[in-house]
């Protein structure tokens, strides 16, 4: 009966729309067959003129996609027709929104977790980059800072290594040491302790990895410039700095500049196994950044602002420590002792190591950023800016050290 109805249907065909009809039915094959697409021939792959809609050859894998900075780069990845992998680990909800910085198809999800070997390597399966943005500010029950940036991070590597990537980028951080200079906290720094030796162990792990360390990043929802807007941050309208801010040098990098680098070195091939620091075009004292900071917020002298050394207030010391043992998971306003060393800590860009600019990054100042991302914090920000109603501060000096 099926034979029966097929014949009568390619005979219908034929006399409809002609012979070529029926040869285009009879000729028309099948297949459950899966070919399998090794990473060698990704690049042969290649469609389009290299836009968002193109494909660029390349399958990124984002580890930390979710965070500051992975948003940031899977953005830039999308743009230039990259496909990519982003492991999330909790509610898919936190990823679903980057569902949209590639085209049609070229985002896809995969849960996964640093201490679950087989869900990792599921996410690195077909791709020929992996990216390391996992990190943490501040320990947890869950993950310390071994746990996430050494133990991890070499996880990562091995696998990577074991799966045939060709390029393993790794964010680490600027003032990475094995022996942090204490300022607040006696021991030092046990998050630029546990950097240092996350980028030994990828460097073991996978010798050509891309190291990528960055200062004090600032940006849209960044942690620190929004920490000084936060309330516990202050003492009533003071801002308790060590040593007033006086002692600190900073080089903030804004986060568009160091997710272009990372795009950039995944494009160039010759920046297999080097290492970059990503720090800011200017350096400036702690204290005449905050003081800056505060007069675009229209909060200055005249508000009431001043800043004071923190070493001689106990009260600021005693609340941070009593924040930091409530709510250890998620220190409320930001404020945690490992942050505040971390602000406090000078940063040192090492001469003959690469900066951002060697990837062809043109840096952003932030006298040209900061307004922007503090307007929502700005005190009378219901007066039209065109009237000329408030001055325009001064920039911060520029650091001569």
């Known amino acids: 009966m099926a034979a029966v109805v097929l014949q009568c249907t390619l005979q219908a065909a034929k006399h409809q729309v002609g012979a070529a009809a029926s040869i285009t039915c009879l000729h028309a094959t099948y297949s459950t067959d899966v070919r399998t697409i090794r990473n060698p021939s990704l690049s042969a792959l290649k469609r389009g003129t290299g836009g968002r809609s193109s494909f660029n050859g390349i399958v990124a894998t ?29 509610d898919h909800y936190d990823a679903l929104r980057l569902k949209l910085v590639g085209d049609l198809g070229q985002v896809l999800f995969a849960p996964y977790d640093l201490r679950d ?13 992996v990216i390391n943005l996992v990190g943490r ?13 050494v133990k991890g991070a070499r996880t990562l590597a091995r696998l990577a290594k074991e799966a045939g990537v060709e390029k393993f980028i790794h964010v680490s951080a600027l003032n990475a040491t094995s022996n ?13 302790r546990s950097k240092y030796y996350g980028e030994l162990a990828v460097k073991e792990e996978f010798p050509e990895a891309i190291i990528i360390k960055p200062a004090i990043i600032y940006g849209q929802e960044d942690r620190f410039l929004r920490s000084y807007t936060k309330f516990l941050r202050h003492q009533m309208r003071a801002v308790p700095l060590w040593q007033k801010g006086e ?39 702690l204290g005449d950044l905050v003081d800056w900071f505060f007069a675009v917020m229209r909060k200055d002298s005249k508000w009431g602002y001043y800043r004071y050394d923190m070493r001689f207030d106990p009260i600021f010391l005693a609340k941070t420590w009593c924040i930091q043992n409530i709510s250890p998971s ?13 602000q406090h800590t000078t940063d040192t860009v090492l001469p003959g190591v690469p900066t951002l600019e060697d990837l062809g990054v043109t840096l952003t100042k932030m006298e040209d950023q900061v307004p922007w991302e503090l307007r929502p914090w700005r005190a ?16 911060p000096k520029e650091a001569l050290v």
Not at 117 to 129: C, F, G
Not at 258 to 282: E, L, M, S, W
Not at 330 to 342: A, C, D, S, T, V
């Open 117 to 129: 070997e087989e869900s990792i390597k599921k996410a690195i399966r077909y791709s020929n980059v």
């Open 330 to 342: 998620w220190p409320i306003g930001l404020l945690h002792f490992e942050g505040l060393e971390l």
């Open 247 to 285: 002692q600190t040098v900073k080089q903030p990098v804004f986060v568009s500049d160091v997710a272009a680098a990372i795009v950039n070195a995944v494009k160039d091939p010759d920046t297999v196994g080097k290492t970059y620091q990503a720090v800011g075009p200017r350096r400036y004292l």
């Open 380 to 395: 009378g920000a219901y007066y039209d800016e065109e009237l000329g109603e408030f001055e325009k501060p001064p920039p």
């Open 137 to 149: 500010d501040w320990e947890t029950k869950n993950f310390t800072f071994d746990d996430v940036h």
């Open 180 to 192: 942090p200079k204490p300022i607040i906290i006696k021991t030092g720094s046990k998050f630029l």
């Open 62 to 90: 984002v580890f930390g996609a979710t965070g500051f900075l992975g948003r940031y780069v899977c953005n830039r990845l999308g743009k230039i027709g990259t496909q990519m992998i982003l492991p999330y680990r909790g």
